[in-house]
């Protein structure tokens, strides 16, 4: 199936800890993103990625650290995770971000729990 | 930076009738506005988008309208059935050398049986 998929889809862990959650699209598009959405299901961009070279880094914790190690994929590490982490973190594509107006398609989203 | 209002934040209708979702934006040079249809526990989809050059577009029940000159569009469903039952996203976006889409805050949509 031509998808963008992420895992884990679910992620509970304590205070303090590092976790990663993968994403990966088969739709041959040249950027991809983070967001996370809050529990109020306001969505809202964290990066994007562009041919695996950084274009948008919003103002989120540096204890954040995406990783494009190609277009295909892009990975989010978190170290030292806050309660305020939880959330549900979507990855999304799409095909010329640069260029104009395209539309999205997201991820399933990772549901994040941290205790 | 761009600003994007999204009104209401709920709305309920009945089966049958007709539901309006309305959304402004801040940056006259936006020119992309895609809506997002994202039903409980899964994932945004995209149900509908239109560019600034078009004034209104259609695909069976949904209908989106653009008022460049005013700075708002509109999300119309006609005929709403129970399976539009959903947080729906208005989103603003312009070209540019660091595209990105603003989200509207979202509308939780209920369609009474």
């Known amino acids: 199936d031509t998808a963008v998929s992420q895992t884990p889809k679910y992620l509970v862990t304590q205070m303090g800890n590092d976790k990663s959650i993968k994403c990966e699209q088969n739709?041959?598009?040249?950027?991809m993103y983070w967001y996370k959405q809050d529990s109020k299901k306001f969505l809202k961009i964290m990066f994007s990625y562009n041919n695996k070279e950084l274009i948008i880094n919003e103002t989120v914790p540096n204890r954040f650290s995406p990783k494009s190690p190609d277009k295909a994929h892009l990975n989010l590490h978190i170290n030292s995770l806050e309660l305020g982490d939880s959330a549900v973190y979507f990855c999304a594509s799409s095909q010329g971000g640069l260029a104009g107006g395209t539309p999205q398609f997201f991820g399933p989203g990772t549901r994040l729990t941290v205790l | 930076g761009e600003n994007v209002e999204q009104h209401p934040s709920t709305l309920s209708v009945q089966e049958g009738d007709s539901a309006v979702i309305k959304c402004t934006y801040s940056?006259?040079?936006?020119?992309?506005f895609p809506w997002y249809k994202q039903e409980l526990g899964k994932r945004p989809q995209l149900i509908i988008d239109?560019?600034?050059?078009?004034g209104e577009k259609k695909d069976q029940r949904i209908a989106v309208t653009l008022n460049k000159t005013a700075k708002h569009f509109s999300l119309h469903i006609t005929e709403t059935q129970p399976e539009d039952s959903a947080v729906y996203f208005c989103?603003?976006?312009?070209?540019?050398?660091?595209?990105?889409?603003?989200f509207g805050s979202g509308t939780r949509l209920s369609i009474r049986p």
């Open positions: 940056d006259s040079a936006s020119n992309y």
């Open positions: 989103a603003a976006m312009k070209y540019s050398s660091a595209s990105k889409i603003i």
């Open positions: 739709l041959g598009h040249d950027t």
């Open positions: 239109i560019r600034s050059n078009v």
